[in-house]
């Protein structure tokens, strides 16, 4: 919930009498509410359709995302609602399709806040029903007011706090961009004043080395394209930056500090209802797992990277479990789009494959408007009120999890709120197996998509075929109507539109009708 100014001296004795018994329901459905479960939403980052052994990864197995699915219920027509970080999780987290704001690509580490205070959230919907909240690990939806202008050496005046999140310990952006240092509640954690921070995405700091300049101090990992410029962990990264000092981050430390405090979260509110927003970096650049998951597999630091992750699910699982409230505690793992390789390290990930297939048997990855750019693993689990072991085909679209978890428990949502979020709760626990008519979908290049039980259809574009800064992935771009029968070819290897005018108009109306809303 949004901060409000009260005056209690100037209050009516009635509305003082409201106030002080709406406190105590709330302090109710802290204390007391079962019926209302917990919930984590695992939302891991560029982790492919194919990269989890339960949806038919090679080389690399995930026993403890294995477990969770066949507690629960495994998705195999779950989509992302963009092919790129920013965009998806904040449609995830306010509802609304990303494309319909101009400032929702992929955010710069210094990017203002693109969630803005006054909208209605994920996080403060559950606050709003008595819920502790927080967000751990990966944010990279801005801070503080305007872009490029925070100061990170004092509490940011702008953040989550102002989203609905009682607690935070986040990443800025990704991994690959600086700030790399974990913001806690606003302020940088474990600040060291001796080296105040600097940042800028516009040019470097006079005496600072660069990876471009400077390639013999990128002992950990080099460049392929790109993340050239400041070097942080002998990492070269997207951006500028000087100071930071015991602040800055350890690569191979990532994932056990974000456990470290999830699960502090988690045992400090154990004996109350928590939504906790649990955002993994492991899989996304640079992959620098810790030393305990090298040489894991075969695939080389990314394999290792999804073990990693798979460890951290098991983790949060077993501590769910030690303090008795794994029954009642509402599970969502997914990822924010589809897998890249090569995406600006050497780190042998493309050469490592050996037969895996990142997106599974789909056409795309990352970026693409193609299909493995938003087909994501989707796996939910609630051992309460899920009979697990279920397989689901129902068509599912991350941007109805506002409005369908806002109907389990009950939630009013503002007027306007989340317009684009629909009710699908039954679909989500596995009582109905249809789902959605149509998911939309949205390219790095802003191409839209609609995807129905059979057929796919990509909006005309002219843009590159190609990604032009590195990655050897498909855009999904050309300049006529596509339209691939997915019962047929679920690799999109040909365009039926020709064959099929009727069904592209339909699906260019679709496009036009919520464009239009």
């Known amino acids: 919930m949004k901060k409000i100014k009260t005056y209690p001296a100037l209050l009516a004795p009635a509305l003082l009498t409201a106030v002080g018994a709406h406190a105590k329901q709330v302090k109710n459905n802290r204390a007391d509410d079962t019926r209302r479960p917990n919930v984590i939403i695992i939302y891991a980052d560029d982790l492919g359709y194919g990269d989890l052994q339960c949806y038919g990864a090679k080389n690399v197995e995930t026993p403890n995302v294995n477990r969770l699915a066949s507690q629960g219920i495994r998705f195999t027509n779950a989509h992302a609602v963009a092919a790129t970080s920013t965009p998806s999780r904040y449609s995830l987290l306010t509802g609304e399709y990303a494309w319909r704001r101009p400032d929702t690509d992929v955010a710069p580490g210094n990017a203002g806040m693109i969630i803005r205070p006054e909208q209605f959230t994920m996080a403060d919907m559950f606050k709003s029903l008595g819920y502790a909240t927080c967000a751990i690990g990966k944010w990279h939806l801005g801070l503080g007011d305007k872009s490029g202008e925070q100061d990170w ?61 400077n390639p013999e101090l990128l002992y950990n990992m080099r460049s392929s394209h790109g993340h050239d410029m400041s070097i942080v962990n002998g990492i070269g990264r997207i951006g500028y930056m000087k100071g930071g000092g015991k602040a800055l981050w350890k690569d191979e430390n990532l994932a056990d500090s974000i456990l470290a405090h999830a699960v502090k979260f988690i ?229 039926v539109a020709d064959e099929h005018p009727d069904e592209v108009s339909r699906m260019q109306l679709i496009l036009k009708e919520e464009r239009n809303k």
């Open 267 to 495: 045992e400090n509110h154990k004996k109350e209802p928590f939504f906790m927003y649990f955002a993994t970096n492991d899989v996304h650049v640079p992959r620098f797992p810790h030393k305990r998951f090298r040489g894991k597999n075969t695939m080389g630091v990314r394999g290792d990277a999804i073990v990693q992750f798979d460890w951290t699910v098991g983790q949060l699982m077993k501590k769910l479990h030690e303090l008795k409230i794994d029954d009642n505690t509402l599970v969502i793992l997914t990822s924010d789009n589809g897998p890249v390789v090569d995406d600006g390290y050497q780190d042998g990930a493309e050469e490592l494959l050996n037969g895996h297939s990142p997106a599974g048997p789909f056409r795309g990855n990352k970026y693409s408007a193609f299909e493995g750019g938003t087909a994501v693993p989707l796996v939910i689990s609630w051992p309460r009120k899920i009979k697990g072991g279920m397989v689901s085909k129902a068509l599912v679209s991350q941007i109805d999890l506002l409005s369908s978890l806002g109907s389990l428990v009950q939630a009013r949502f503002p007027k306007g709120s989340a317009p684009d979020s629909r009710d699908y709760l039954p679909t989500l626990l596995g009582k109905d197996l249809k789902g959605r008519n149509y998911v939309i979908g949205q390219s790095n290049t802003h191409v839209l998509s609609v995807l129905t039980a059979q057929y796919r259809y990509i909006e005309p574009s002219n843009g590159p075929k190609m990604i032009q800064w590195g990655p050897k992935i498909e855009t999904g771009n050309l300049p006529f109507p596509q339209l691939y029968d997915m019962t047929v070819s679920p690799f999109e290897s040909k365009n």
């Open 153 to 213: 050496n004092a509490p940011l005046p702008e953040s989550l706090g102002d989203l609905g999140f009682d607690y935070h310990y986040i990443m800025a952006a990704t991994a690959d961009r600086v700030p790399c240092v974990f913001i806690e509640n606003g302020s940088v954690a474990n600040y060291d004043p001796a080296h105040p921070i600097e940042v800028s995405y516009v040019r470097n700091f006079e005496g600072e080395p660069t990876g471009r300049k």
